[in-house]
């Protein structure tokens, strides 16, 4: 089996990729690179794909998110070199970016992971296995719950609540207590609106000396 006969192995073994993995949050559906290596890589050791990365490039920066945290971004381009089991190699590789920022110093290992996840489903041609989404034409709304959430999450951060892999178990402990064992993933609109007033800094009103010194 060639490399060209192998990668077609592969492709027939992993149909689709479902997105399976959620942050429960801001409420979304991804594939992690956990959920996409436990697929694929049974299938590249069954047909005896060998796949090698080749770091071309990295960049990196200090940045400032809109919440106003500091972090660390990084950009590598890698290319993914495939050797079959004969020995010969895919020509060209397969060269992909990736990008990814973190607070610790996790930034490149993320990078690379978005990279090698990115890679696998482009070279494989893995699908969801969902239905299309341009499928029908949807005008989007900005939903309010996921507006007043992001508005507690940057409150949250502030405090310090929020860990570096983006947990929240702080900022879900001290909803809980004051929403008497409610689960902040659940709540309704109007309770996080009360429970972002709860954390928003209380303002005094300071009175004017009518311009005299």
Do not use: C
């Amino acid at each position: 089996m060639n490399v060209h006969e192998a990668i077609t192995a592969v492709m027939e073994d992993v149909r689709a990729i479902e997105k399976g993995d959620h942050n429960s949050y801001h409420d979304f559906a991804f594939r992690g690179i956990d959920r996409v290596l436990n697929r694929v890589g049974p299938a590249l050791r069954a047909h005896g794909l060998v796949v090698t990365p080749e770091l071309r490039s990295l960049d990196s920066r200090d940045i400032t998110t809109s919440k106003g945290k500091r972090e660390r971004e990084v950009t590598v381009t890698v290319a993914y070199h495939f050797r079959g089991p004969e020995g010969d190699v895919l020509e060209p590789p397969v060269v992909v970016p990736g990008e990814a920022s973190d607070s610790g110093d996790k930034a490149v290992a993320k990078a690379m992971s978005v990279a090698q996840r990115t890679a696998y489903i482009q070279a494989f041609n893995i699908p969801t296995g969902e239905t299309d989404p341009d499928r029908h034409n949807i005008t989007r709304a900005v939903d309010p719950v996921v507006k007043v959430k992001t508005e507690i999450w940057a409150e949250a951060e502030k405090r310090g609540w929020i860990t570096d892999n983006d947990g929240y178990q702080k900022l879900a402990e001290d909803f809980a207590q004051w929403n008497q064992g409610g689960d902040i993933g659940e709540a309704d609109e109007k309770t996080l609106r009360d429970y972002l007033k709860h954390l928003e800094p209380k303002r005094t009103m300071r009175r004017g000396n009518g311009g005299q010194q």
